[in-house]
């Protein structure tokens, strides 16, 4: 089983999600999953993906209901350990697909199905921590677009692919003429570089790439090299089909006259990326060192200094260039092939968040936009808050909705 914990997506914690592949060739207009009955009109917006969009870290609505040793209110953070009391990062953990998810604490939780909540409300113990809720608030209530979060924490794309039956396929069909925002494709991709020993004694997260960070004292060259970081990066990618099961999503919600806006990943750097530092620390996940300040010689070069944070940006920006380049293929063959008479291409759009600002906000700074209770994996309040500027720019400028300082839809 391989341990499933990313930045964004899931955190560094004994029986963490296994990665889900499911077998696909490449979308064609055969392949569409069968439409189901319309779940979702006009005027509404759909956030869906990991645990980046479900504001994982951020408990929901359901508080501690059948979650176990977990008592936070909507909103409130869960606690910086491992395994102790309520609200810990053991706690917190999701169970595994396809039993029944829960999302735990997740700021779109509620009873581990949020596609049953009802649209955002304003109101006392309303979410409001994940980007969505935070662009609910942002818009002008006299022209607002309605507002769900279906995003389920640990989820990969192969759990969302209608065309291979994923636990998630048959809501992600019924999404029909709405706009769909979404995280996809870094999980379980950037677990695999996770390795955190036990406080020296056993293993909670080992993933499949982590040991070639550093390889005899040396830190593996910024490239997909047999020594390079992006090598297992890149195997990995292909093994689990990951752009197969990513464009068969594209293309289903393209042909169910959705408009889509695929959100890229913020650049981040968990103390556990790599073999690094992988000892955890008993007094709570968070804490760790910059990984800026982790420098070895390159294995190829060794007059050349290779940081931890060095290889973590080059894992990161592989995984977002991949998502922009599915995207733009998929413009392609949506107004060439898949749908050429109805030039949907033009419905689907890539935008990354503003990876400097991120880069200038890391874990360790004191300004963080990563919230630090599971190894500096996801965006705090603060974090979220710029996910929220970057989708309401790019939904303006590709969609001309939310434009404005008064944003309305």
Not at 217 to 245: F, M, P, R, V
Not at 339 to 364: C, E, K, R, Y
Request: aromatic share 10%.
């Amino acid at each position: 089983m391989k341990t499933v914990s990313t930045f964004g997506l899931l955190f560094a914690i004994a029986l963490a999600l296994s990665g889900c592949s499911g077998g696909s060739s490449s979308f064609s207009s055969t392949t569409v999953a069968p439409m189901q009955p319309t779940e979702v009109m006009p005027h509404t917006v759909v956030f869906l993906g990991d645990s980046v969009t479900a504001g994982f870290g951020y408990c929901g609505t359901e508080g501690g209901a059948n979650s176990g040793n977990i008592s936070c209110s909507p909103n409130q953070s869960f606690s910086n350990n491992w395994i102790l009391g309520t609200n810990s990062l053991k706690a917190c953990q999701p169970v595994n697909a396809p039993a029944p998810l829960n999302d735990r604490c997740s700021n779109n939780n509620d009873k581990g199905a949020p596609w049953n909540a009802q649209p955002w409300k304003a109101g006392s113990g309303a979410p409001s921590v994940a980007y969505s809720y935070q662009l609910a608030k942002m818009q002008n209530p006299q022209g607002a677009a309605s507002i769900v979060n279906w995003a389920m924490t640990g989820s990969t794309p192969a759990q969302w692919d209608p065309v291979t039956g994923g636990v998630f396929g048959t809501r992600l069909a019924g999404i029909h003429n709405a706009t769909v925002v979404f995280t996809l494709g870094a999980n379980p991709l950037l677990s695999d570089f996770l390795k955190i020993t036990g406080f020296g004694v056993y293993s909670i997260a080992n993933g499949v790439c982590a040991n070639t960070a550093v390889l005899n004292g040396k830190a593996a060259s910024l490239d997909d090299s047999s020594n390079g970081i992006l090598n297992c990066l890149n195997t990995q990618w292909n093994a689990i089909q990951q752009s197969e099961h990513l464009t068969n999503i594209y293309a289903t919600l393209l042909g169910n006259h959705n408009q889509v806006l695929v959100l890229g990943y913020p650049q981040g750097c968990p103390w556990s990326f790599g073999n690094w530092q992988s000892t955890a620390n008993p007094l709570g996940p968070s804490y760790g060192k910059a990984c800026s300040s982790q420098s070895l010689p390159s294995v190829a070069n060794t007059s050349q200094q290779i940081t931890q944070f060095d290889q973590a940006v080059t894992v990161g920006t592989t995984i977002n260039n991949r998502l922009s380049q599915l995207v733009a293929s998929a413009q392609t063959q949506a107004d060439q092939s898949w749908f050429p008479q109805q030039h949907l291409g033009g419905n689907i759009q890539f935008v990354l968040p503003d990876q400097t600002s991120f880069m200038t906000h890391q874990a360790w700074n004191a300004r963080s936009w990563f919230f630090k209770n599971d190894t500096w994996v996801h965006p705090n309040a603060l974090g979220q808050h710029a996910l929220a500027i970057s989708v309401s720019t790019a939904m303006c400028q590709d969609f001309h909705h939310w434009c404005g300082a008064a944003m309305t839809w």
